[in-house]
């Protein structure tokens, strides 16, 4: 997925933008994926062309290096170890082996050794400033780089190279209209003694006369009504550009006053904006996970879109027909992403209004979605004001449309509900197609294609078939059996099955204490079982047949997931800090796979993913995986940064790794796609080395697995061929899982399943066990039979 | 081949536009798909403003179904008086389809499109009745109140035959469908068959015991009729037995009998009721229908689809469907005694207490046709399709002028955020008077973007009284009343201050809460009787245990509209 950072141009040729740990160039012509520079063990924090040869590029991160790349080749040339996190860089033409680096709050001038060698040491550092500003865009160079300008809160510095000296010029905080002045970005005149800084209001500021500390002026110009992100000077400085969250481009006529134009309706929020060196194409970057190329007429002509994860309120979805995966997209619109091809196909408008881009304003936004079975319908929930009291909502129905290729709007039901609508399903039956939904006024209802027998003619809208109600309840969750004949629906502690022909109550099912969080119904040969799990801890197997409980076993568990191809249900259990993922059957309590530790966080969505062609892997503990792909999603990125007690490293790495916020589990072939850091420091180490660097795959297989396991040795065997099947280090889960296949699978019914922790001592132990030869017992084994 | 497709092999052309290496622009047309998925994001309607949303609302009452477009689709009616109130109605089944009108002591005959009578029997000295044609339309039978029946030729002018025998008024005379012999019901509860030819008495049968005011002979059977009496039943009689075969209770004394085509359902009105019986099942009730509110007087069957017509005292006229729902409804100005549909529903007329006969002809295409043509012609077609039918050749560029977004002038000023203009604009007279769903609509997008309050301050006490007039009249309609009342609490946050300068403001003010108050006890009392209607409900529904496990039954309950 993509990560627009930030990003340079070269003649209109290329994009770099930063992406994770690795930079990714793209065309701005085909709007295609080149290749990504990759090399980085962590986040890349900034990139600049190398002023003394167009085609390569500094790119600096925050595992303290600063690389050289050839970027059309995508090679690397040279490693400069700094030894600290670095924040940003800057690079002039004149200050030739010099780059500027954000280190901690300092902005330190480093010279970069000309040594021959891949990597070197850089060590002649000099502070120009220690008092900086955290954000990136706050510091800029000047005309022919003989100053250096960068903004702190109300202060605006420039460091003159040849005087050796800063001049401060400050702002009041407020002044009597209210405004805002603090800065938030800066860019100055490429011919010109002038610099423009953007203001938290929205004010734009042009200071000229600077060198002269006494008499500066500055003129205000202002047409933002909210935060200026960024601020950029097209290359012979006839134009400067700006962006904010209204996502309008606006460009305004340098020396002429206040003659701009608008480019309005990009998509999210503007975060940078950028100019190619002939001043032909300008970029924006977006909070949507957006690359807008735009020509110099001020003419969108190129848009290079990644997964947007903003917010994903809606489950995680399979678009039946087009395999894609469904989710929220730009704000009112659901994205279709192509899995396979790791590539955005579209989006739909859901919601229908123009999109205000305003901080705080509570827009529609689509909040439930569902698919049936064959992707002929849609469903969809948008959903307003859920700060304030009064809530409106609209559920809406689309049919695909063969003829355009996309789904269209069928019913719009306005007061579906009298409350929130909870949760929907259709039914999964090939003949007639239900929806269900489910609200918080305790009614369930059942919308089917009314057909009107008054009207000869097919009437193909949506209308309520069936209100249902038990005891006043609240519901919870509803769901639709393989074959549609029963309907679960639970209320509170209470599971109650309907049959959807006659709305008939056909039983009730309770288990208490605990309110039912997720229902699901088996598939195929386990058709007959109905698995619930409850906020307490439980997780029920119910036989519908015999209406009685099968089996239940204690385990909390956050997200339930059937997989639609097979029996296979997965179920990420939740607890102390990290998330277990238990494959099983409806039919047999023991689980089928057991990965402990997927990641450290509550996983809030998942969702199978059918693949293409079945694998045919024998290997037992991977056998679930055969038909389909399972793909999870964790918490959302705010909660990262809300939690306190973190090192601002902590907060560099957990937004890293916010940012590769899809997971993927075993054996998927898309290598482009980063993988989530898992488990002890060495596998980082070792799965962050570049390839050539390491030692050759055969020695260091061994190696590596035996870094993994803890258990005994038999299993070893099988384990080392899988890992020899897969050569690329850059699979790890394939491996990760089959070790953690290895651990023991849970017992029937256990009440206590949390794995003994080890300590200290027996960790040792265990490593020692690890490391000592075991080559004697394969000789044991030979000689036996 | 276009750029779009080169590196990546899933996306199939459909037309090749462009050389290899064109750079893609907004300016180009791509016509390019997915194989899987659909057409790619288009760069061009990514940038484009959404007008507001005008919420289409459906109307409520009756829907639109095929049945009433087909019985809407008759011309106004034709009125034509008559002497006295008409009795009977009953077209000739042979073309052209001239129909016999029974009113007073005259016989008219009309013809389909004819206005004045084109042959008139007026040779009664009292009343005459029940006027009918015989199976080939030559011969028409007639009673009358002094108890004569009369045969006329329908091109002469004096009686063929006349039967003499009842004692009473004769109401209803028919021929049986052999053509020879006649069957009349009297008010001396008998009735009798008499042979056309030799004009004798062929028999008298009396079971009946009050008048018989309803008489329906079989088509398919040339010895069997349908009789109805003001005994509240209805007989079969077949003339080979001489007596009747089967009795049914209609419960009210019956007003007309009526045979379906098949022979298999019998029509029988009375009182408020219009009750269906299958003979096959032995005269057993199908159905009773009560939608009218006074007797129902006529009923006839529309020769398209059977669809069943019946008339009513209630003045109305009413249309069923197949499953015997109401589908349509013709109103009159006076109580309605008889009726009849012409072959092929060209035709409806309708004879009322006040002598008036109402005859409404069937809309044709035809008519439309010449009405356009009248019309004066707008632009050649050629104006619109310049241009458009010309298909590019394969080497040559596209280049696609910019479609212009036409928007409405308050989407305009929404665009560029002048939110007190598009509020003014959205007030105009004609908008708010004709589209008060337009005017919600930009109110609610006001209130969406959090701009409604800006748009609502600062006006004076013209456009104040614009707003509140709005108000006063929409603020209880259910589909505006959210919004509207949001309007309100802000007006009334922001003037509150000023509000006692303006006796106009003020006065509207006042009735607003008058108005609100009678709402909100309309309210309460509606809310009332939905819980009456819900006890009577749970008090309808068979309590079933389900499966020892203590269940409730579930009650649908009624549910109540958006309103």
Known sequence: SLNGKYKVQRHGLFVLCTSGDSVKVYSTRTEEWLHSLQGHTNQVTGIALNPANHLQVYSCSADGTVKLWDFIDGILIKTFIIGYPLFAIYVSEKHEGIVFLHIGFQLVAVHLPKSAEQEVEAKELSAVSSHISPNPSCTAFGREGQYIAFARNLQLNVYFFRKQKTYSFSLKATDKKGAKNAFTCIACHPTDDCIATGHEDGKIRLWRNFIHKKEYTYSTQHWHHNAVNTLCFTPEGTNLLSGGIESVLVQWQYGTGNRKEFLPRLGGSILHVSASSDGQLFCTSHSDNKITVIESSFKVCGVIQGLVKDAVLTDLMIDPRSKALVLNGKPGHLQFYSLLRDKHLYNLDIVQQEYIYEAGLDQFEVVKAAFDIKGYWLATVEERGQKSSDLEFFLKLWSYDERTQSFVLNTTITAAHTDRIISMCFSSSEETTMLVTIAEDGQFKAWCQGVDADTQQDQNFWSCDFVGSYHNLKPTNCSFSADSSLLAVSFQEVITIWSPDTWELLTTLCQPPGVIRDLCFGRLSCSKYLISTTTRNLLCCWNLLTCALEWSTSVEVSKLQSDPLSENVAAFSYQSKHTDLFVFKPNEPRPLFTHKNVCSEKIHRAVFVPREEPLNNCDESSQWLNRSQLYFLTQNMLVIDDSVAVTPFYLLLGKHRQQQQKLNTPSHQAADRPQQPQGSVTITELLHTPAHVLPPASVLCSMFVSSLLISNTGEMESSEQEMNSEKEEEDSEGEMEACDSQQELRAQGSVDEVTPKLSKAQERELKRVRKTDFSWMAGLIDSKP | ?563
């Open chain 2, 1 to 563: 081949m276009c750029l779009f497709c080169v590196p990546m092999p899933y996306i199939r052309c459909v037309v090749w536009i462009m050389s290899v290496w064109m750079w893609k622009s907004p300016e180009v047309l791509l016509y390019c798909r997915c194989s899987e998925g659909r057409e790619p994001v288009f760069i061009s309607d990514m940038a484009s403003f959404k007008p507001t949303k005008v919420q289409f609302l459906p109307k409520l009452g009756e829907k639109v179904t095929e049945d009433t477009l087909y019985w809407k689709n008759y011309k106004s009616p034709v009125q034509i008086k008559e002497f006295g109130a008409v009795t009977k109605i009953d077209f000739s089944p042979l073309a052209p389809h001239n129909y016999a009108v029974t009113a007073s002591t005259r016989i008219h005959v009309y013809g389909l499109h004819s206005q004045e009578p084109i042959r008139s029997f007026t040779r009664f000295r009292d009343t005459a009745y029940g006027g009918s044609f015989r199976g080939d339309g030559k011969l028409l039978v007639a009673g009358s109140e002094e108890g004569l029946i009369r045969l006329f030729d329908i091109s002469g002018r004096v009686a063929l035959r006349q039967f003499t025998g009842h004692s009473k008024a004769v109401h209803v005379t028919s021929f049986l469908s052999d053509g020879f012999r006649v069957v009349s019901g009297s008010d001396d509860l008998t009735f009798r068959v008499w042979d056309v030819p030799s004009a004798v008495e062929l028999s008298s049968i009396t079971e009946h015991t009050d008048y018989i005011r309803a008489l329906a002979p079989s088509k398919l059977n040339p010895d069997l009729f349908v009789t109805g009496s003001y005994d509240h039943t209805v007989k079969v009689f077949d003339m080979r037995s001489g007596s009747s075969v089967m009795t049914m209770q209609h419960g009210h004394p019956v007003e007309c009998v009526l045979l379906y085509p098949s022979e298999a359902l019998l029509v029988s009105t009375g009182g408020r009721y219009v009750k269906i019986w299958d003979l096959l099942k032995g005269g057993q009730e199908l159905v009773s229908l009560k939608n009218h509110h006074k007797t129902v007087t006529c009923a006839c069957l529309s020769s398209v689809g059977n669809k069943l017509l019946t008339g009513s005292l209630d003045r109305h006229v009413k249309v069923y469907n197949s499953s015997y729902k109401v589908v349509h409804n013709f109103d009159c100005d006076a109580s309605i005694l008889s009726m009849a549909v012409a072959p092929d529903d060209e035709v409806v007329a309708v004879g009322m207490t006040n002598g008036v006969l109402s005859v409404r002809h069937r809309k044709h295409k035809k008519d439309k046709e010449t009405l356009t043509s009248r019309r004066r012609r707008g632009p050649s077609y050629r104006v619109f399709v310049k241009g458009k039918n010309f298909v590019p050749r394969q080497d040559d560029f596209l280049v696609s002028k910019p479609v212009k977004q036409y928007l409405r002038k308050y989407d305009k000023q929404l665009k560029s955020f002048e939110v007190s203009k598009a509020l003014d604009t959205a007030l105009q007279t004609w908008t708010r008077t004709s589209k008060p769903e337009v005017t919600v609509a930009v109110i609610i997008e006001l209130n969406r973007r959090g701009t409604l309050k800006n748009a609502l301050a600062g006006r004076n006490e013209e456009s104040l009284t614009k707003i509140l007039n709005f108000l006063l009249k929409h603020i209880f309609d259910p589909r505006f009343s959210r919004p509207l009342l949001t309007v309100g609490d802000i007006v009334l946050d922001l003037y509150r201050q000023v509000l006692h300068q303006s006796p106009v403001v003020e006065r509207q003010l006042q009735r607003l809460m008058e108005v609100l108050g009678r709402e909100a006890e309309l309210q309460q009392e509606l809310l009332q009787v939905l819980g009456i209607l819900d006890t009577l409900f749970a008090s309808l529904t068979p309590r079933k245990e389900v499966a020892a496990l203590a269940a409730l039954p579930v009650d649908q309950g009624p549910q109540l509209q958006a309103a």
